[in-house]
């Protein structure tokens, strides 16, 4: 602020600066919020890994922990882009039917016009995009809610899958096109790397850009933030953008692990995604969420399904316990609220 | 009736309210008698909304008896203290917009016949009901195309159908427009006739001495004086709520007007804005004043480019500029501090320091400056005295004169030559109010242009050197500070005068 404001004030005796005496134990208690919102679900994960270390003994060997990545991976990129969407109030529904199509057009773009596969990839997470970028134009231009929008999607993205395919799986990739979703490098999964890279980048640019920066002041108070200048229609339409890449991306590695496309993939993947971010801390509500939190729960519900496999538990009861692990993360984030009324970031 | 005037129809008793860490109400004892209008006056904060509460059982208070007519209360909901006859008129609306009047009139006590909702009777009752609070409308109206003065009535109308004894309001005249509050009065005069206690909670002095029979002052949770009307004036109002003396409520620094910063000529809006022209100077203080509803914020967000115009030119600084967006006018150097806080001013889960640099970010090619950023917030802080134990503290947990200091320190920021405040003082606390004053002053003397909108008249013939009055989207006239009088901005913006002259 250049132009000082000189304090010096007709206004008679000023109360002291008031709230300082308690500001240590409060600022204390504010961090603590932080730390304790990510911990519950954090410590869910720890828990659940150690139960199942000790409940079943494939649980904690390297095959299956790999499995647990790359199958993580999948929802875990969408995850990265749905905190982005969930933050500014939004949501996808089409992830799903677009991980589906791209990860089929991307495998067409192989075996029937002979693109190499590093280029396809691209190609793949390319339709996404493009995928994405309608979502947001009809969001922000035709003035559609994200919820109808991404409705509509889901059904047409998933129509489109089965008139480019009739429904059948493409083959003919190259084993190489296998690198992506099953390789390693120094013995590290591909997609473990692929996750964390974009994790980072994620929580760099939701920390320390302006576009992180505005998704949560679009997120927190839409018209706050158009009345202070931010272009949030521009905004808005690159973040479901960001999210059509990623789940066209998210496809490539989907189609990746299988090596060929499937046209029934990602069929649910959706409610996962939004799971994971919610279950990490994002308010449906809008302006909170954070990357690592949406990472842990996307994690945990990885974790919950594979012993859930490994301990022999009907899939049924699978979905019944994801769900209660929803409200209970849920109800744990709104009694926090509530007991650490003085809540901060 | 078979209350009798001299004895209290109701006695709160040593009542208190704690809540983790503080008592919101701590030991309150007061006596309402039944037809007297009793104010229940206190800044922010102080523990009139929390008291209210526990009168109408959404709260359980911590310790302490309510009696009614000698009877202690138990604590059984809101629902009870309805049945008790103890209503509440809530400043947001309890109604269902999609139920029609006599729907929501009887709701939960839906009159019955052979099971069935009897509704010709339900009709019938709320007509008369509406009547006695002067409504004249049909009750298979929806409640959603009634206007806030008419809602406001129908919750009233309501409480009587309850037959209630005791009727808190909780500032019911924040939205209403002046002759709507002087129907609501009007109606109040009445239930106080027929015996009917009111309790009334309200932060405008003007009102409080227009209605109060008595008036009681609570600050930190503590009641610190009841007092019949007779016995309080303005001045000892305001020491008791705050605490201590104000001298100046209005501290209008003596400026220097320079060239003009802000031309705007011929602005239109369809159905809203109809040829709207001025010039803004610096180091101006310019009032817009005007009824509700006639234009005043519409013709600011029209300037701001908060809301499309059809027709109109904008120059500052003598140059021509195209505003389409609030974007572009931030540009320009125009700022605008929105009339609802809460609804389009401040992101309400974010910090101070991400509020305060909302408008104009410290980045290098997209990437954050974290400690520009700090460092802002930290200058902000001092130089407007925002008192915070924490800059990181989500502003949602601020008081309301404290949210203030924060959107006038994002529009600092910017660097804006023009800057609109819009109601700047809506629920702030008196002290906080002459702060706000204070800063708004220093920003003229600085240069600033200022435009400053108001529904109270007081803060603009104080606080403006000229005040254009706005009526029916149209500049009905311009007053310079020389021939400021309430009653001529009045006439401009009732069109009195007109009438006078046919």
Known sequence: ?345 | MSLSKDEPVLRLQHISKQFPGVFAVNDVSLDVYPGEVHVVAGENGAGKSTLMKLLSQVEKPSSGTILLNHEPIRFHGPQHAQSLGIAMIYQEFALAPHLTIAQNMFLGQEPLRLGLIDRSTEIQRSRTLLKQVGLNIDPRRLVSGLSVAEQQLVEIAKALSLDAKVVIMDEPTATLTEQEIHELFNVIHNMTERGIAILYISHRLDEIFRIAHRVTVMRDGQVVATLPRAEIDEKKLIRLMVGREIANLYPKPSTTIGEVVLRVTGITRAHVLRNCSFELHAGEILGFAGLVGAGRTELARAIFGADRIDAGTIEVEGKKVRIKSPEAAIQAGIGYLTEDRKRDGLAMNLGIDQNITMAHLPVVAGILNLGQERRTALQARDQLRIRTPSIRRKVEVLSGGTQQKVIVARWLETQAKVLFFDEPTRGIDVGAKAEIFDLIGKLAQQGRAIILISSYLPELLNMCDRILVIREGQIAGAVEREQFSEERIIALATGAREIEAQ
């Open chain 1, 1 to 345: 602020m250049k132009n000082i404001i000189n304090s010096s004030s007709e206004v008679a005796d000023q109360p002291p600066i008031e709230e300082v005496g308690a500001s240590f134990t409060q600022r204390l208690r504010e961090r603590l919020v932080d730390v304790v919102a990510q911990l519950a679900a954090g410590g869910a994960l720890i828990i659940v890994f150690i139960y199942l270390t000790f409940a079943s003994p494939v649980f904690l060997t390297l095959n299956n922990l790999f499995n647990i990545v790359s199958q993580t991976a999948v929802t875990a990129v969408i995850a990265i882009g749905m905190t982005f969407v969930i933050i500014t109030s939004g949501i996808d529904l089409s992830v799903g039917s677009n991980a589906a199509l791209s990860g089929v057009l991307g495998v067409m773009l192989i075996v029937n016009s002979g693109v190499p596969w590093p280029l396809a990839i691209l190609g793949g997470t390319i339709i996404g995009g493009i995928i994405g970028l309608v979502n947001g134009l009809l969001i922000n231009a035709a003035r559609l809610s994200p919820f109808i929008t991404t409705l509509g999607m889901m059904g047409v993205a998933r129509g489109l899958v089965s008139i480019f395919t009739n429904s059948v799986g493409v083959y003919g990739t190259p084993d190489d096109f296998q690198l992506l979703g099953q390789g390693t490098i120094y013995g590290i999964p591909i997609p473990l790397l692929v996750v964390v890279l974009l994790a980072l980048l994620a929580h760099l640019i939701l920390n320390r850009t302006r576009l992180g920066r505005y998704t949560y002041a679009i997120g927190s108070n839409g018209e706050a933030a158009r009345l202070s200048g931010i272009p949030i229609k521009r905004y808005l339409t690159l973040i479901y953008v960001i999210q059509g890449l990623l789940a066209g991306f998210a496809g490539m590695i989907a189609s990746s692990r299988v090596n060929s496309g499937q046209p029934n993939f990602g069929i649910g993947l959706e409610l996962d995604v939004i799971a994971a971010a919610v279950i990490g801390g994002a308010s449906l509500f809008g302006g909170q969420g954070t990357i690592l939190g949406t990472l842990i729960g996307a994690f945990l519900i990885s974790i919950i399904r594979n012993g859930a496999v490994l301990l022999n538990v009907n899939i049924y009861y699978q979905n019944v316990i994801i769900g209660v692990v929803i409200w209970l993360a849920v109800f744990w984030d709104q009694f926090r609220r509530r007991k650490f009324a003085v809540a901060s970031r």
